[in-house]
């Protein structure tokens, strides 16, 4: 049975998120949201993708010889030069990606996608690039909003991707032990197929489950809308393989609990493709659950509801935090109950008359056996009500899981009716949660509002620790003449200001291009060198994914 | 009020393992043991160690002007050349360390001991050192069993011992966000005096806790017994200062669940001293127990306990796991049943007319709330009931937990009487377990025998993981005239055993000197490089602590 997370959808649209069949179009009661909180005039479809004929995209630069010894590894029906293929890999699905695409700029293509269909292929690929000094960048599901699979050059000529779906298998099984490997170019809805017959699941639910891959999690210590209760990749990945230009390796022990020295397998997780290729990696797997329990209580303020959630955290019995944990603040909730039906209307006018005019609304799902995941969430609920929670019953959590993946969709409209569009993230201890809410999000809206148009921000927690909890900001404005200067001012300014607030630069969208500037301020000048020395070893030419992850000076192409 | 886990004790006695006057003789049972299951014909008092002014110890090769140099640093009252001083660190506390002192051999001691007051002492203090190419060994509790604080010198002079004795202070506690920051030379129980008064504890219980510090933990990344509840040192530790002879330097990220790179706190985690010295250390700390629930449940083989201990992890309730998890072999059940009292007797009586003529005992702590502890317990009873064991009581538990420190006290004294005796330990997977299980003891056995003595084995499991479980054997025999010839026999026929299975070198007692010739193994050449490369990065001169961990060949002095 195919179910909301087994369902395969085809690869993504060059020019905008997923299978664009699966969007749809803004309500009336969206445009009139956004006509009054943006204040824009217009909201009309003016800015349309440009056609995929008349995307620029320059000539590939390898010559007949070199794409000749690409085909004789993995084989010349997995080696393409291809236009559109090009275009499809000439960047990840940042708002920038986008603006840039949909204008029609494809320059920095790739100078050809490979397919490789082994580790013994990459092996030998890897070995030919170095030769031949050309570019690699590994490629998943392409959905990285941080840069992480833009087509530089570094001081190479060339680039090629390396992309990864023919390598999907499910290589090893093991039920006693509770592990799985998989090849890593296996995207999320097919690791869930491959699981459930066997009666398990990953439990790793990002935003971009249906396209993701698994290498592409492991590289970027991604986080799941369920991590809180199966943990975020970091946590899952137990082993990896990787071949690398200085030749194959693999980290974690497959033994638990090694003192066997520094763990090796967390400088390979988060390295995003800058040291070499995953080839497949060895998980931890959970049981399916039985049953879902789903709960959602409202609080008088974000601020109310973080310290609710940290209460259900540190006063909550052993083991009864939900797996799913989130908290919309007073702007997402109040997006939330106007873009509702009826219903969310009149949940809205509930809690206004309960006291709560500008509520902040929690959603939780408690996964596990019926009656254990019932009783954690009775037992859960008397923390939420002791916090000053009012129970908002289970439609809200079950509507957001109905459209858990469908989000980033809304913004290929969005930027088609002139709306700039964006989302960022981080991190802090509980004592510092607020403090960073507020920083960061007078930041963006201060930035949004800098040429004196009108700015929205919303804000929600999505991931729970024992010492803190994720921050995830999304924003909106009128799209400025120059798209790409206006999303980076807001990033700059909102970077600065997750540094200046003492949390972390990313929690799960990883470095890419666009964080690299701040990875100083997050390990350290000695930690860019450790990096740096550990890239020179498993690397040396620097063939691999140049200017991402570590923010050397690399030297452009003129 | 001082209790079992914050008591401190004297420091170690040089000879032994802590403080001698805790140390209680040999029971006339225990010798009649020995003297059955070795079949030694003499168990006298026959080895004891020799009179500390009879140790031989070589001058140190420090010139005036050095001493000057370091004591201009850290004040002269802190650098000592002294004798008993540079005895006392003259190596850790694994049997040939014993074995090569109590014969009155510690001419390898170090040339100085220095006990610096900050990280600013130290920072210079490492300056200082490499300019005059001095090694650098960083000593916290010195119990390390693998040759971890063994005094080389590496292609170097001289070595000075860096004690942090004088770095004992909590820095920072944060309630609200269960974070604490002490300072790394802080023993087990002060660590757990500082935190009682807030209600805290780090809930990291090593055999060596009395003794051992907050920077030999996580430099050493180990477990303590209730760490299947708490977690390893590993998973306790969230960022750490270092200082290293390239400069300062900070790992871990304030914020929880950063996806900022590579985590380089977990290359620092395991380091054991040779890329830099800890400073100080944040972890996780968690609640004292309200309640701790005992229980014990003896199965009719360690294979019957072993998939019970793993059913309780995967079957169990959410969070419903002990946090000391316990399971004995056959052997080692039968020791605690004929070495314990009438009642133990009485319960091997027991057990047997039940259908267990050769028992393996089980033993569980449940912490936390009175009624959350104790229902956790009762349900894990029906899944250890189910699962073949025989409910003992909670008394079995209770003794183990009155002795939880004191076995390595019994070593001194079976040296003194010729017997050999050492530990060592791994983990795997629940699919290899048994058979690592019976691969490793029958390895030391066999070597044990050699000889043609006789050897005796008893084995523990004491951390149970998702994945797998630990192992952990002791082991004696006669103390042969050549003990360290013995020694490295054992371990080596054990250690390619445990290799040959597919297990980890080391679950707890890291790597040290014993262990450098199996990372290869491990973590493979390239893994081996990539450390190398760290290392080169942190301590270019390679002062830090040499020949550990990394296995290069290490110059030594003629």
């Known amino acids: 049975m195919v179910t909301q997370i087994t369902e395969e959808i085809p690869r993504s649209v060059w020019y905008g998120w997923g299978d664009p069949t699966r969007a749809r179009p803004l309500s009336a009661r969206a445009l009139e949201y956004l006509r009054t909180t943006l204040g824009l005039t217009s909201v009309d479809a003016a800015h349309p993708p440009v056609e995929l004929a008349a995307v620029m995209v320059g000539p590939s630069v390898l010559s007949v010889q070199?794409?000749?010894?690409?085909?004789?590894?993995?084989?010349?029906?997995?080696?393409?030069?291809?236009?559109?293929?090009?275009?499809?890999h000439a960047g990840g699905k940042s708002t920038p990606d986008l603006l840039r695409r949909r204008g029609g700029d494809a320059a920095g293509a790739p100078d050809a996608v490979l397919f490789p269909g082994s580790a013994e292929d990459i092996r030998k690929l890897l070995d030919l690039c170095a030769r031949r000094g050309i570019a690699v960048i590994t490629f998943g599901g392409g959905t990285s909003v941080v840069g992480g699979v833009e087509p530089l050059r570094g001081a190479f000529e060339a680039v090629v991707f390396l992309d990864l779906r023919r390598m999907d298998r499910l290589l090893h099984l093991d039920p006693l032990s509770r592990t799985a490997t998989f090849e890593a170019g296996i995207r999320g809805p097919a690791i869930e197929a491959a699981l459930a017959p066997h009666g398990f699941t990953l439990g790793h639910f990002p935003q971009s489950h249906q396209q993701a891959t698994l290498g592409g999690y492991v590289a970027t210590r991604s986080a799941g809308q369920a991590s809180t209760g199966y943990g975020r990749s970091d946590d899952l990945a137990k082993a990896a393989h990787l071949e690398t230009p200085a030749g194959p390796m693999d980290v974690g022990s497959p033994a638990p609990g090694s003192a066997a020295g520094p763990r090796l397998l967390d400088a390979i997780l988060g390295s995003e493709g800058t040291f070499g290729v995953i080839t497949s990696a060895t998980v931890r797997i959970a049981p399916v659950p039985e049953h879902k329990s789903h709960g959602s209580w409202s609080f008088e303020s974000f601020a109310a509801g973080a310290e609710a959630l940290r209460r259900l955290r540190h006063e909550g019995r052993r083991g009864d935090m939900p797996?799913?944990?989130?908290?919309?603040?007073?702007?997402?909730?109040?997006?939330?109950?106007?873009?509702?039906?009826?219903?969310?209307?009149?949940?809205?006018?509930?809690?206004?008359?309960?006291?709560?005019?500008?509520?902040?609304?929690?959603?939780?799902?408690?996964?596990?056996?019926?009656?254990?995941?019932?009783?954690?969430?009775?037992?859960?609920?008397?923390i939420l009500r002791a916090a000053g929670g009012i129970?908002?019953?289970?439609?809200?959590?079950?509507?957001?899981?109905?459209?858990?993946?469908?989000?980033?969709?809304?913004?290929?409209e969005l930027l088609t009716r002139g709306v700039y569009v964006e989302t960022l993230e981080t991190a802090a201890t509980w004592t510092k949660l607020e403090s960073t809410y507020r920083a960061v999000r007078g930041a963006i809206l201060g930035a949004l509002q800098e040429h004196g148009g009108t700015g929205y921000v919303q804000t929600h927690v999505s991931h729970v620790y024992p010492d803190g909890a994720s921050l995830y900001f999304t924003f909106l404005a009128g799209l400025e003449p120059d798209g790409l200067a206006q999303n980076a001012r807001v990033k700059k300014t909102a970077s600065e200001a997750i540094v200046a607030a003492g949390a972390t630069i990313t929690h799960h969208h990883a470095v890419g291009i666009d964080h690299a500037p701040y990875m100083e301020a997050e390990i350290g000048e000695l930690g860019l060198k450790v990096l740096a020395g550990i890239k020179a070893t498993l690397d040396p030419a620097g063939i691999m994914n140049p200017g991402k992850l570590i923010p050397t000076p690399i030297k452009e192409k003129p």
Chains 1, 2 share one sequence.
């Open 66 to 88: 070199a794409l000749a010894e690409l085909a004789s590894i993995c084989g010349a029906e997995h080696v393409s030069t291809d236009n559109t293929e090009r275009i499809m």
């Open 391 to 412: 129970p908002a019953g289970p439609l809200p959590a079950r509507a957001w899981e109905h459209g858990r993946f469908s989000g980033p969709y809304l913004r290929d």
């Open 323 to 382: 797996h799913v944990c989130r908290l919309s603040d007073g702007d997402e909730t109040a997006a939330t109950l106007k873009l509702g039906g009826a219903k969310t209307a009149a949940l809205g006018r509930y809690l206004g008359l309960r006291g709560q005019p500008a509520p902040a609304l929690g959603l939780f799902v408690w996964e596990g056996p019926k009656s254990e995941t019932i009783a954690r969430r009775r037992r859960s609920a008397r």
